[in-house]
Nanobody, 129 residues
Framework: QVELVESGGGSVQAGGSLRLSCAAS????????LGWFRQAPGKEREGVAS????????YYAHSMKGRFTISQDKAANTVYLQMDSLKPEDTAMYYC??????????????????????WGPGTQVTVSS
């Protein structure tokens, strides 16, 4: 069982930055695959980025490259999503998710959200123009 709790969301003006945090517990942090997803109202959930916690290997969805950076603090069992140059279209609920099975296979992408069996409650990000 993996428990995930996101924080760091809020309201920001376009061009601003936010850093989201995801605290993970209940499963060995060092052997996990943690990802960030987002879902805007009326839209499907989309992957943002993921990280294999043991190696620190990262993956970004193509449209998310450049403005989003995923990182981790192993000592704190926490993964971060740094979001820069935010745009109104980044407004969404952002979720942290875990795929420990994928981690055992060294596969950790956000191509398919059904790979992730554990989800946090989400944190809202609102970007105003």
């Amino acid at each position: 069982q993996v428990e995930l709790v996101e924080s760091g969301g809020g309201s920001v003006q376009a061009g601003g930055s936010l850093r989201l945090s995801c605290a993970a517990s209940g499963y060995p942090y060092s052997t996990n695959c943690l990802g960030w997803f987002r879902q805007a109202p009326g839209k499907e959930r989309e992957g943002v980025a993921s990280i294999l916690t043991r190696e620190g290997t990262t993956y970004y969805a193509h449209s998310m490259k450049g403005r989003f950076t995923i990182s981790q603090d192993k000592a704190a069992n926490t993964v971060y999503l740094q979001m820069d140059s935010l745009k109104p279209e980044d407004t969404a609920m952002y979720y942290c998710a875990a795929d420990p099975r994928g981690a055992r296979q060294r596969i950790c992408t956000v191509v398919d959200d059904s790979d992730f069996g554990f989800w946090g409650p989400g944190t809202q990000v609102t970007v105003s123009s």
